[in-house]
């Protein structure tokens, strides 16, 4: 049942990552990214390393999305 779980989270990372690349509007595309991240997290939890899933879910989607949506938003680079 495990297996079956990661298997699943391990594949919405890559629609999550393939959506990134595909998508035209940078809005949506970092919120995908972001997404890839969290879960990236998700699995990092059920394969028992607590410690590198909350680095991942801080760093990696929350601090890292959250600077480059602003980023975006001052640019006026998210499709507007």
Do not use: H, Q, W
Not at 8 to 25: E, M, R, Y
Not at 36 to 47: H, K, N, P, Q
């Amino acid at each position: 049942m495990l297996e079956l779980l990661i298997l699943l989270v391990c594949g919405s990372i890559l629609v999550s990552g393939v959506l990134a690349v595909l998508l035209g509007n940078l809005m949506a595309a970092m919120i995908s990214a972001g997404l890839a991240s969290l879960f990236a997290a998700v699995s990092y939890v059920l394969l028992a390393a607590p410690d590198v899933a909350m680095a991942e879910a801080a760093i990696g989607s929350g601090l890292a999305t959250l600077i480059f949506l602003y980023a975006i938003r001052k640019t006026n680079g998210g499709g507007e």
